[in-house]
């Protein structure tokens, strides 16, 4: 094989799979490997009656990502949820509408610090009763145990975005996010990517990848980390979400609950779509972050006591269950006086670039990966018919959690 005759992306998940797509479209060959036997990553849906994405997912209009999907006919009919049925649990309390603590008008416009934690900013303006309420309801949009510890800037721009516009964003893809995968693995084929599954690659396989094309490296950080040769970060530094689902005999349980106690989400995507749970039943989904310390056996019991509260007596429906931790759920957080350009790298030098919902791109959750997908790819493809090695960069920072 001579040097530059096709680009490589490592990695199946939505990231590689974007990346590949948009290599393919350039008139560009490009292989896509993938270390598992199927294709998605965290994009994933359990097969059978109950169709559980890992975690609650949704897609959201407005973002590029969506834009990108729909403009290819690959959003799989995501639909939009109606905007009844939203509870709250704030002070302990069950609640029909939100606490007068977010209704401020300072979370709807005007500047917010970077360089101020979320909980000082918020504190100083309103008082700690909003600021707890704020960092609360930024927990489904940072899958962070204590949202109030981020950059002011980062989480509001997010609950901006998402929570306080005017009509609902979010958007459920009907049969789980797996779905949505295969018809872009499809699209992916029909668009000329070469997709090789129960393909592992280590160090050395990466090398030798780097010495014949450009390399998309499309993985999750904890790979990346090792595939490049870069220190682990000592225990605990990664940040682990609690994820619980159940499927109950159906019953009049809410569509979301927003906890803004302990930064934990609820969704009952079934009030949206009616084939991700058996007839006469529901689906619910619930995450929060773990805290330093804490077992799944712990949160999941946090997690348990929020359906306690809206839905009492649910042990008696259960007909499904499952949970499950998920380390680095997104490194797409920030810290006070930091932004996603602080993130690790796109351009990793000597023909490889960086994708996924961790790495130094703008955007929201998935969007994160998407943007990054679409620069990493456009770079590769670039570096290819350029038909030039490329030069030794110096080392680029360390890849680490947040």
């Known amino acids: 094989m001579t040097r530059h005759d096709e680009v490589t992306v490592i990695g199946g998940g939505l990231a590689g799979l974007i990346a590949a ?105 309103w008082g700690p009763g909003t600021a707890d309420a704020v960092a609360g309801l930024a927990g489904p949009l940072t899958f962070d145990a204590d949202p109030g510890r981020l950059s002011a ?78 220190d682990e970060v000592g225990p605990g530094a990664g940040r682990r979400v609690a994820l619980l689902d159940v499927g109950l005999r159906a019953a009049r349980d809410p569509y979301v609950v927003l906890d803004l106690d302990e930064a934990i989400f609820w969704t009952r995507p079934s009030a949206v779509l009616d084939d991700l749970a058996p007839a006469g039943s529901d689906l619910l989904q619930l995450s929060g972050g773990l805290r330093s310390g804490e077992t799944l056996d712990d949160g999941e019991r946090r997690l348990e006591r929020v359906i306690d509260a809206f839905a009492p007596g649910w042990r008696d429906r259960v007909e499904w269950r499952r949970r499950a931790v998920v380390k680095e759920a997104t490194g797409a957080v920030d810290l006070p006086g930091r932004t996603w350009r602080d993130r690790p790298a796109i351009d990793r030098g000597d023909g490889l670039w960086l994708a996924g919902d961790w790495v130094a791109a703008p955007g929201h959750l998935a969007e994160v990966s998407w943007s990054s997908a679409v620069t990493a790819a456009a770079a590769a493809v670039t570096a290819l018919r350029t038909a030039r090695p490329p030069a030794r960069s110096a080392r680029r920072p360390a890849l680490r959690p947040v």
């Open 153 to 230: 800037a980062f989480v509001v721009e997010r609950v901006r975005r998402v929570l306080l516009h005017p009509r609902p964003t979010a958007r459920y893809v009907p049969g789980g996010w797996s779905t949505m995968v295969g018809g872009l693995a499809d699209h992916a084929r029909r668009s000329g990517v070469r997709i090789e599954l129960d393909a592992a690659v280590d160090a050395a396989v990466l090398d030798g990848l780097r010495s014949a094309g450009p390399v998309v490296l499309a993985v999750e950080p904890g790979a990346a980390r090792r595939l490049l040769g870069e």
């Open 21 to 125: 797509v948009e290599v393919a479209e350039a008139g560009v060959p490009v292989r896509l490997l993938e270390a598992r036997r199927r294709l998605g990553g965290r994009a994933t849906s359990t097969p059978g009656a109950w169709s559980a994405n890992l975690g609650p997912h949704a897609l959201y209009a407005g973002t590029g990502l969506w834009t990108w999907l729909r403009g290819r006919g690959l959003d799989g009919g995501a639909r939009r949820p109606s905007p009844t049925g939203v509870r709250w649990r704030w002070r302990g309390a069950a609640r029909s509408t939100p606490p007068a603590a977010l209704l401020r008008p300072g979370l709807v416009r005007g500047p917010v610090p970077v360089e101020v934690d979320l909980r000082t900013w918020a504190t100083d303006r």
